[in-house]
């Protein structure tokens, strides 16, 4: 069981990247798969997470109206489409995924994001000013 992120890398404030999460060893379709950063000398946060089924997301509210998640099940990746880069997204994401026959109630964080059983290598994303 893996999980892999790719596609970072550095890019001018007001671009746009487009990371992607790959499984292998398991199929996406169901787990709920997040996007989650840690910057340096903060700690991880949650940025933005999708149902096993992909219909229900969850956002960041510093990231809302600028990133897209979403979910290839045929190509069993999911994407964290991020436009509008701003310096202070710098940071390494990781993504995870946390199997769909667990559910959790309460905030829309704990719906999507909480309790993840897999996670991946980090992708570097730097963001210059």
């Known amino acids: 069981v893996q999980l892999q992120a790719s596609g970072g890398g550095l890019v001018q404030a007001g671009g746009s990247v487009r990371l992607s999460c790959s499984a292998s060893g398991f199929t996406l379709d169901d787990y709920a798969v997040g996007w989650f950063r840690q910057a340096p000398g903060k700690k991880r946060e949650g940025v933005s997470c999708?149902?096993?089924?992909?219909?229900?997301?969850y956002y960041a509210d510093s990231v809302k109206g600028r990133f897209t998640i979403s979910k290839d099940n045929a190509e069993n990746t999911v994407y964290l489409q991020m436009n509008s880069l701003k310096p202070e997204d710098t940071a390494v994401y990781y993504c995870?995924?946390?199997?769909?026959?667990?559910?959790?109630?309460?905030?829309?964080?704990?719906?999507?994001?909480?309790?993840?059983?897999?996670w991946g290598k980090g992708t570097l994303v730097t963001v210059s000013s």
């Open positions: 999708i149902s096993s089924s992909g219909g229900s997301t």
């Open positions: 995870a995924a946390r199997s769909g026959r667990r559910s959790y109630s309460g905030s829309s964080y704990y719906i999507h994001c909480y309790n993840m059983d897999y």
